[in-house]
């Protein structure tokens, strides 16, 4: 008997169940608990944005997952319940589009480094959308490190998703992309969604009414499709990103604004915290990086 396969793409993922879209009709596909048994190093073995095979088992009258294509990037932290075990939140991105409010929740550049770190691991280009500029005075926001960040070649968007402000470069953008939002809940990920495309929303809200759950509240990562081109992987707000698989090795790397100054360290694997004779540190005291970046970098190296 001939077994005809199917290679789709993974559009949620639930326990042992993967939705996907295979010639525009919306299937479910099993994953066999073979390849989540040995798989165990992720949460769910694929993830949102994953290309898989998979074929039609027509005893069972469903479709199986047979494989999981490599991926060409992907953003994952540490699982935060389960710490040896990874998140892998999405793959196969273009952008990462980072929604952080500036106020309530306030803003936490920490995160954010955290963020950043990850997505230059796999070099995918972030787009910082900050988010509720409605909320700032001007004062405030002339007070914000954006210079620091801008000389660190990440593309700032300055948003408000209430008075529907500053989106129109970031939709020129993610035209025809994949990016993936992600942030802490309450940033304004869903209602920026909601902006770039309507009949996005809407569709999440009649379904959630059925099961009774609240309108606005992302429980699962999706990848959705705009209207106007591009998808838009929508994500439960994170309360805490830890950094997975790294060490200090490993952040340093990504912290390319301490390059210059870390060749007047003593040491070639100095760590710009203990040491006495750094560039870093010297750089630091004279004005030279950012205070900011440093104390970042530090609570981030003591944290892993
Ligand atoms: N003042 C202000 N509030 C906003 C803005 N964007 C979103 N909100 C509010 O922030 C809350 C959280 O938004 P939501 O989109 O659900 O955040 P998510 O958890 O990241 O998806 C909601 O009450 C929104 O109305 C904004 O630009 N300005
Ligand atoms: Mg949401
Ligand atoms: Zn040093």
Redesign the pocket.
Known sequence: MKIENNIVKVIEVHRGEIISYLNNKKIKVKIPRSLLNNHKEERNYVTVGDKIEIYFDKKAKRYILLKRFDRFNQISRKDPFLSHISHVIASNIDYLGL?I?LK?PDINWELIDRYLITADKYEIDVLLIL?????LTKEEINTLPLPTYKNLDIEINL?????NLGFDDLKNKIKDKVTLFS????????????LLDPTVLQKTSLVSQKDNRGR???RSTKLVTLKDGGFII?SP?VQDFSLDKMTTEDIKKHYNDFYPYAENCKYKNCSHINENICGVKTAIKNDLISELRYNNYKNIVSSI
């Open positions: 929604v409010s309530n988010n509720k500029v409605d909320l948003v408000s998703a209430k008075s942030g802490p809940s309450g940033a304004g990920k869903s209602t920026i969604l909601n606005h509240t992302t929508d707000g």
